[in-house]
């Protein structure tokens, strides 16, 4: 609608006009559009009054019912019926596929998100990661792009040699069966209390890591256990996240492709001692990218440009995003800047996905009661918080423990992807489950309670509308919008647009609901099921992309 507008402005306007000029205004009685004209005045030598009185006195289209001149302003309201007339049997036609575009043409984007470390807990940390990568995902593929999920799971590193030596010392093989991640963690503490009393255990980790490295079989076999018994944690909690992936290729995959990567980087005279280790210089003003330690060790850096170059080879991705924390922004930089150098065209293809913290009280939310904030206890309290809301407000409810799942990891979820990214997260597990206010269940009961009225008038394919009314308006208004917000979700990789496009229509659709009489009208009730059922598919389409579930009753 707002580039057939702007189409049509433009065959009356002396200026050239971009989609950004036309505002839509926040009073409706202004308009459904308005073009102001104060820029052009300087170019036109014109008053920006009689700059609009000409383009409003002069523009048409089937769309346009009336064109005002108001101070400055070229105020267009649309015809509100030819739009409802054709806007509804699209959405009840396409169904789940209204919004989408085939604008990535099947192109590859390799997602990095999630990558917990094994044998550690799955930590709040990680929530936001595996969330906005997985949603992200989703946005992609509605897009017509094929998202590739990698979990680059944190499964090498000395500190499993630390951990091999603890286990050596006082583990024990049932506990670690019953609870791995706990025992694993205790394990891992253990280590480091008693190595500062004596020191020599710190010699006999990095021994163990050595023998890792160097393929003994005894320690791979405890190395893949640990590995096993940690994706079996995780898995649970992706399942209650509703997060899937397509490889959980880790740092460990990549310890045999790291060496032609630095012998590459030789061949192409790019590495340079400093200090005993091996460099990359980078561009003035930009730290030098670490490849090799002065004891030939390889850091993150080198195992990201054996990543990034494997990726390329296998998937021949269009972009490859990586959704990892504000702090790695540097990082990113610097393996960027590093396969530029070494002649890779597709290095800027390549991007990152910053996000902030989770915040508690204003602090950084590492802690509570003393103990690492678990994720899945989280998810837990959440659930049974929802469920406790439900006994108290739905008790007749059939499927309350699937409803409160969905209720509660989804007001997890929503409270994280209604912000932008960038933005840190005060976290309010409370606040999060109202029902009330710009939360997942306030959208979730929106979608609930329009499929409560379907329930009672049954689905709607013929209908015809005699006139629109402002609430019906605003409700089709944000129907409109929904490819648009689709298409900039995706363009801007930033799911909160389409967290904050779900709860205008759902706050569109809750003030329609709350004036409009649906069932009881029957010279309207045809036409206003349909746009109710046109809500039921874009809310719950919306939510979908959010990684949420979204329930027929609450």
Not at 100 to 116: A, H, K, Q
Not at 211 to 234: H, I, P, R, V, Y
């Amino acid at each position: 609608m707002k580039k057939d507008i702007l189409q049509a402005l433009q065959t009356v306007s002396p200026i050239q006009l971009e989609e950004h000029m036309l505002e839509r205004p926040a009073n409706s009685k202004l308009g459904d559009f308005a073009l102001p004209c104060f820029p052009f005045a300087k170019i036109l030598r014109k008053s920006p009054v009689t700059i609009a009185e000409e383009i409003a006195a002069s523009v048409e289209h089937p769309l346009i019912s009336k064109a005002e001149a108001v101070n400055g302003y070229v105020n267009l309201f649309m015809d509100r019926k030819v739009i409802a007339d054709t806007l509804l049997p699209t959405v009840l036609h396409q169904s789940a596929t209204y919004g989408s575009s085939n604008e990535g043409n099947g192109g590859v984007v390799t997602i990095d998100l999630s990558s917990p470390n094994i044998a550690k807990p799955f930590s709040m940390g990680h929530l936001r990661s595996t969330v906005i990568g997985n949603s992200i995902a989703l946005l992609l593929e509605k897009n017509g792009y094929q998202p590739v999920k990698i979990n680059h799971i944190g499964d090498w590193g000395t500190q499993f040699g630390k951990l091999l030596t603890a286990y050596q010392k006082w583990g024990n093989e049932e506990e670690v069966r019953q609870a791995p991640i706990e025992t694993l963690l205790k394990l891992y503490i253990r280590f480091h209390e008693e190595a500062e009393v004596d020191p020599s255990l710190n010699d006999e980790g990095r021994a163990a890591f050595k023998a890792l490295e160097d393929g003994d079989a005894d320690a791979l076999a405890l190395w893949e256990w640990f590995k096993t018994e940690s994706l079996k944690e995780f898995q649970r909690i992706y399942d209650l996240l509703g997060v899937t992936f397509d490889s959980y290729n880790g740092e460990a995959y990549y310890n045999d492709k790291m060496e032609p990567v630095v012998q590459e980087l030789q061949d192409k005279g790019l590495l340079v001692e400093s200090d005993g280790a091996m460099v990359v210089e980078l561009e003035e003003g930009m730290p030098p990218c670490l490849i090799k330690k002065s004891d030939g060790a390889t850091l993150y850096a080198t195992r990201d440009l054996a990543a990034a170059i494997y990726r390329k080879n296998k998937y021949d991705f269009v972009k490859s995003i990586y959704v990892v924390g504000n702090e790695q922004s540097l990082h990113f930089t610097q393996v960027k800047q590093v396969l530029g150098k070494m002649g890779h065209d597709w290095a800027s293809d390549i991007v990152h996905v910053p996000f902030g913290l989770i915040l508690q009280g204003g602090k950084k939310m590492s802690t509570r009661k003393g103990k690492i904030v678990l994720l899945e206890e989280v998810l837990k309290e959440a659930i049974e918080l929802a469920q406790k809301n439900i006994e108290e407000k739905n008790p007749t409810l059939a499927n309350k423990s699937e409803v409160a799942e969905a209720v509660g990891v989804g007001a997890i979820l929503f409270s994280d992807l209604k912000q932008h990214r960038k933005h840190d997260i005060e976290f309010d597990l409370e606040s999060m489950l109202q029902t009330e206010g710009e939360t997942g269940p306030y959208v979730q009961y929106a979608h609930a309670r329009a499929n409560s009225i379907l329930r009672k008038a049954g689905t709607s394919s013929k209908f015809a509308i005699d006139e629109v009314n402002d609430y019906e308006w605003d409700t089709i208004k944000q129907l409109e919008q929904f490819p648009q917000a689709v298409k900039r979700a995706a363009e801007e990789l930033d799911p909160s647009v389409i967290a904050k496009y779900a709860v205008d229509l759902a706050q569109a659709f809750n003030s329609f609901y709350g004036n409009v009489q649906v069932l009881s009208d029957e010279t309207n009730k045809q036409y206003r099921t349909a746009l109710t059922e046109c809500v039921v598919i874009v809310l719950k389409e919306s939510l979908r992309l959010l990684g949420m579930k979204a329930p027929e009753e609450m």
